[in-house]
Every structure is written in structure tokens, then in C-alpha cells.
Nanobody
Framework: QVQLVESGGGLVQAGGSLRLSCAAS????????MGWFRQAPGKEREFVTR????????LYADSVKGRFTSSRDNTKNTVYLQMNSLRPEDTAVYSC????????????????????WGQGTQVTVSS
């Protein structure tokens, strides 16, 4: 079992930045690939980014590419999401997720490609 706790959300003006953190406990963190997803009001949850267990490989949704950066520190059991140039359409609850399954590029972007989820943190971008 892996427990995930997100933090760092808040209210920011358009063009601003936030850094989200996801702290993991319970199992060997470095064995898990980590994903970030977000869910805006009235919309389905969508993929944001995935980072491999070592941190060497990342994948981003087109909507955040060039603005968001995922990283991890396996010594601190934490994954980060640096969000720059934020837009009102980035407003959502952001959740991190973990999996040990190898998967492929198809499963990386799907909710069912992950086994453990955090509760989420609210990000609100004002115009």
C-alpha cells in the first residue's frame, strides 16, 4: 500500500507559478512511476504528466507542455509539479497517482494505469 498526500495548491493570478508536492509513504517510492491528473469543475479528470520511477523519463499533456515540469526526489519520497505561466483554464483539483506496473504510453495517460491516488489539492487561477 502507498499513501499519497498532495500540497502546495492555492490561488494565483494568471501568469503566475505554483509548485505542487506529493509525498509518498508506505512502500519503496523509487519503485513507482508517478502521475499527475487534474479535474476541473464539471469535467472529467484528465492526465497532466507522468514521471518514471527513476525520474529519467517524463510525459506531458499537450495543454501543459512547456509550462509544467515534473520532477522527483527519491531520497525524500516526493514528486513535484512546477507550474509556470498558469492560465485560468488550469484551475482544477490536482491529484498525484502511483503505479509499479510498467505499462505503455497508452496506460500512462489513463486513470486505470495507476493504482494509488492522493486526495488532491485545489489550484485556482484568476484572470
Amino acid at each position: 500500500q502507498v499513501q499519497l498526500v498532495e500540497s502546495g495548491g492555492g490561488l494565483v493570478q494568471a501568469g503566475g507559478s505554483l509548485r505542487l508536492s506529493c509525498a509518498a509513504s508506505g512502500r519503496t517510492f523509487s519503485n513507482y512511476a508517478m502521475g499527475w491528473f487534474r479535474q476541473a469543475p464539471g469535467k472529467e479528470r484528465e492526465f497532466v504528466t507522468r514521471i518514471s520511477s527513476s525520474g529519467a523519463s517524463t510525459l506531458y499533456a499537450d495543454s501543459v507542455k512547456g509550462r509544467f515540469t515534473s520532477s522527483r526526489d527519491n531520497t525524500k519520497n516526493t514528486v513535484y509539479l512546477q507550474m509556470n505561466s498558469l492560465r485560468p483554464e488550469d484551475t482544477a483539483v490536482y491529484s498525484c497517482a502511483a503505479t509499479q506496473r510498467l505499462g505503455d504510453r497508452y496506460s500512462y495517460t489513463r486513470e486505470d494505469g495507476y493504482d494509488y491516488w492522493g486526495q488532491g489539492t485545489q489550484v485556482t487561477v484568476s484572470s
